[in-house]
Structures are given as structure tokens and as C-alpha cells.
């Protein structure tokens, strides 16, 4: 196994990581009355569905935008552990997930270039 094929593993892991933690978290964490779950999995899993295929399928523009994604999850996730709530596992795993993600999916992208620009030389 190749550091290209090790970062895309990586990513899936963590994409797949990041989307599971969520769907928990919505689904078996209390909140609030106000806010139906509904509305939770469609703000905080249904961006997650967008970039899906194109991580499937290992394409490098996808992992690029994606990862500009998970920016936007860590800052949640950022938010939620200063918020101090009851729960802290959540939000962590959210922190840990998204940036495993933004790192591997940047040098996924890199280092697939690299590997493009040197076989055709």
C-alpha cells in the first residue's frame, strides 16, 4: 500500500467516522423540544451526503472541496466543546474526525498530484 492509497483510507475512515458520530449524536443525545431531530439531520448529515460519491470514488477535486467542508463541522464541533454541555464525547469525536479529515483529504490531494505529475514524466 502506496501513502496515496493510505490517505484515501485514511479519509474514508474519517468521513465515515465524522458522519456516524453525527447521526448518534442527533439521533440518542437529548436536545431541545424546539428543534425537531428532523431538522438536525438535515443541517448536520445532509451536507455530508453531497461530497459521499466523489470520496467514494477517490476523485481529488471532491476530496479538495470536502475538506473546505469539514471546516465548518470543526468550528461546530469547536464551539460545542467551549459550550461546556454535559456531553463532551460528541464534539470531540467531531474535532478529531473533521480534522483527521481536512489533513488526510489535503494530502491525499497533494501527494496524488505528485504521483500523477511524476508517472507522466
Known amino acids: 500500500m502506496n501513502l496515496v492509497q493510505a490517505l484515501r483510507i485514511l479519509s474514508l475512515i474519517s468521513f465515515f467516522g465524522l458522519m456516524s458520530s453525527l447521526l448518534v449524536w442527533i439521533l440518542l443525545a437529548e436536545h431541545s423540544e424546539n ?5 438536525w439531520l438535515i ?4 451536507p455530508l451526503l453531497f461530497p459521499m460519491r466523489g470520496i467514494l470514488y477517490g476523485k481529488t477535486y471532491t476530496h479538495a472541496w470536502a475538506s473546505f467542508l469539514m471546516l ?14 454535559a456531553i463532551i464525547w460528541y464534539p470531540l469525536f467531531e474535532v478529531l474526525f473533521s480534522s483527521i479529515f481536512f489533513i488526510a483529504a489535503n494530502l491525499y490531494v497533494r501527494s496524488s498530484a505528485k504521483l500523477r505529475r511524476n508517472s507522466q514524466t
Open 35 to 39: 428543534f425537531p431531530v428532523a431538522a
Open 72 to 85: 465548518f463541522y470543526l468550528a461546530h464541533g469547536i464551539g460545542e466543546l467551549y459550550s461546556g454541555d
Open 43 to 46: 443541517i448536520g448529515v445532509m
